[in-house]
């Protein structure tokens, strides 16, 4: 374990952690995604421009400037100079209809947004309902190819002399987005001095170096962007992968002699499948970080085969600021791979507990909620019901709602969860957000279900039961189309059933467990 207790002791919060990088390796490059190429000092000084932009347009410590974007260099630019503000960084996801976004504008009083669109009927949808009250720096090119956000940054000739604000450790930096038990998203508050212990905690048992090239997929917006900043922490390049195309991704790998990767299981299933994938060169390749979702044995056996690197597993969630525990390269191989089926065991400064429906301490062996408190533990939920944030953040732990066990050695099992949460492909899908949509429908249908089922693939896929109304002539394939029109497309269930009515129990509850049990009939 590496001995990282002495950095980052500065005043200026979160973002001096490319301080050390800046001043020792300039010219290394720190930033790849697509065409653009961006060295240390060329990150500080877009940073510490755009910062000057946002401060001119009345950006003041404290106040909340979202992102919205896919993976690109612009998301880091834009986040570093939020920090060096001493502002507060607003992560939201790209994916999210123009409703789901509203609601996180407004929750978070946003008067400040970089925004990258996917759809320009959605981007219109947010322009018009918020243009008036929100300035809006668009990483999208104008007509004459250069975007709103670039002119911001040429509209400041030099950063010389800017000096990044001093800030507070208990100053809010981050507001993260979980969604709840009632769909509605979940703002998460973390603080300077708890992601940057988080940060020192996770540089002490992951393979993060100086000159390690780490290659990421999984979205900024995510929690799993921790990747990104230890990677620039640490010295080392930043290969980011706005979408995944197989190809595209091995060929990145054998091209930048990639020595790291963090994937999901359905992206490391998708390229051990690959036909060619014997042709490309992925020597450089040394360690692998798995996590977000269930990993099935038999993918993990497969990739320890066809790759040769150290395989680490990291379990945690938003509110933690990341990572709870891991599953070390050691513990995959020691006591015949006895450990595999854990997540392995807590970092250092963090502390897990099994607590029983009671709330008394479970034994070794015994499954209940887990329970852990750590370096990165949120401050609570921005802006939620008081009993909310109660309910889950209790004498200090945090009650995750995930159940699980520990063996005798302290090493974590997760079991599932105790909501209906579905998380497919690294996504988290509340069912009822769907239920919502599909019951727009009312002149075709009468009751609707959705849940996860295991997939091989996705981890889960959203499966929905529906009874449809008499006479109705709905098909699967137009309740898909209805549901991609008005969600985005993870959400959309990939398996659709008509039933003749839905399973309840003597309350009128629908009986879940009952409709997973049931054969495939579409």
């Not at 990421?216 to 990104?228: E, P, T």
């Not at 609570?380 to 520990?406: F, I, K, M, Q």
């Not at 467990?513 to 054969?519: F, I, S, V, W």
Request: hydrophobic content about 35%; overall charge negative; charged content about 25%.
């Amino acid at each position: 374990m590496k001995n990282v207790d002495s950095m980052f002791r500065g005043s200026t919060g979160f973002c001096q952690i490319i301080d050390r990088s800046v001043a020792e390796y300039p010219d290394r490059t720190a930033i790849v995604c697509g065409a653009t190429r961006l060295t240390y000092r060329e990150l500080e000084e877009r940073s510490s421009r755009f910062a000057l932009a946002l401060e001119r347009d009345g950006v003041r410590p404290g106040d909340p400037v979202a992102v919205i974007s896919r993976n690109c260099a612009e998301f880091l630019v834009a986040e570093l100079a939020i920090l060096k503000l001493g502002a507060v960084v607003v992560k939201i996801n790209w994916r999210f209809s123009p409703d789901e976004i509203q609601y996180l504008l407004q929750l978070n009083q946003i008067r400040h947004a970089v925004a990258q669109y996917e759809r320009k009927d959605w981007a219109h949808t947010v322009w018009e309902r918020n243009h008036d009250e929100i300035r809006f720096y668009l990483i999208n090119p104008d007509h004459d190819g250069r975007s709103p956000f670039d002119k911001a940054i040429d509209s400041i000739p030099s950063a010389q002399g800017f000096t990044p604000r001093a800030v507070e450790l208990d100053a809010p930096a981050f507001r993260a987005h979980t969604s709840g038990t009632t769909g509605k998203p979940k703002c998460v508050l973390h603080t300077h001095g708890r992601m940057l212990d988080e940060l020192r905690s996770c540089l002490s048992v992951l393979a993060f170096a100086p000159g390690e090239v780490y290659q990421i997929i999984s979205q900024l917006f995510h929690i799993s962007s921790m990747g990104a900043y230890l990677t620039l922490a640490s010295g080392g390049t930043l290969v980011l992968m706005s979408r995944f195309e197989p190809t595209e991704y091995l060929e990145s790998l054998e091209r930048e002699r990639v020595t790291g990767i963090g994937v999901i299981p359905v992206v490391l299933k998708r390229l051990l499948e690959h036909p060619d994938l014997g042709r490309y060169d992925l020597s450089s390749l040394k360690f692998l970080n798995y996590s977000t979702c269930p990993m099935s044995p038999a993918l993990l056996d497969e990739a320890m085969r066809k790759l040769s690197c150290r395989f680490y597993q990291p379990y945690g969630m938003t509110e933690m600021a990341s990572i709870l525990t891991v599953l070390s390269p050691e513990d995959h191989s020691s006591d015949g791979g006895r450990h595999l089926p854990s997540v392995g065991r807590p970092i250092p400064g963090a502390q897990v507990r099994i607590e029983a429906a009671d709330g008394s301490p479970c034994p070794s062996g015994q499954t209940g909620e887990i329970v852990a408190r750590g370096p990165g533990q949120m401050l609570g939920y921005y802006r939620a019901d008081p009993e909310l944030n109660a309910s889950v953040l209790r004498d200090g732990w945090y009650h995750t709602g995930d159940v699980g066990w520990l063996d005798e050695d302290g090493f974590l099992y997760v079991s599932g969860r105790k909501d209906d949460m579905i998380i497919s492909g690294g996504e988290n899908i509340y069912p009822k957000e769907i239920v919502d949509v599909i019951m727009e429908l009312t002149g075709d249908v009468a009751e609707a279900a959705v849940y996860g089922m295991p997939d091989d693939e996705w981890g889960e896929r959203v499966k929905a039961s529906v009874v449809l109304l008499p006479g109705s002539a709905l098909t699967p394939e137009r309740l898909r189309a209805y549901c991609l029109a008005s969600m985005p497309r993870y959400k959309v269930p990939k398996e659709i059933e008509f039933l003749p009515e839905l399973p309840k129990n003597s309350t009128g509850k629908v009986m879940i467990q009952e409709l997973k049990n049931r054969p495939i009939t579409t």
